[in-house]
């Protein structure tokens, strides 16, 4: 089994800019995409960021120039740094874990997942 645990959420103002971290724990030998999902109240869970182990990164479409995702594979952390934040992304956002590099848009088939941070901007 694999343990993610985030820190670095919070209250913002637009403009403002956050880093989320994310630390994998337990059974993380294989592990090879990690990376960030968000979900709005009323609203589907939704990729932001996908990063493999060997540093491929893959982004939301129009979270690319905001967003930058990197990993650290020696110490099983991830980051998302997010600037020029807007309201709209304000959300809940889940660290995620799997043994396979593939960009899920389904959540449903995300084996590993962190228990959440909030993330609030405000305008």
């Known amino acids: 089994q694999v343990q993610l645990v985030e820190s670095g959420g919070g209250s913002v103002q637009a403009g403002g800019s956050l880093q989320l971290s994310c630390a994998a724990s337990?059974?993380?030998?294989?592990?090879?995409?990690m990376g960030w999902y968000r979900q709005a109240p009323g609203k589907q869970r939704e990729l932001v960021a996908t990063?493999?182990?060997?540093?491929?990164?893959n982004y939301a479409d129009s979270l690319e120039d905001r967003f930058t995702i990197s990993r650290n594979n020696a110490k099983n952390t991830v980051w998302l740094q997010m600037n020029s934040l807007k309201p709209e992304d304000t959300a809940v956002y889940y660290c995620?874990?799997?043994?396979?590099?593939?960009?899920?848009?389904?959540?449903?088939?995300?084996?590993?997942w962190g228990q959440g941070t909030q993330v609030t901007v405000s305008s």
């Open positions: 990063i493999s182990s060997g540093g491929l990164a």
């Open positions: 995620f874990a799997d043994r396979i590099y593939k960009v899920r848009t389904n959540p449903s088939q995300v084996p590993y």
């Open positions: 337990g059974s993380t030998f294989g592990i090879n995409a």
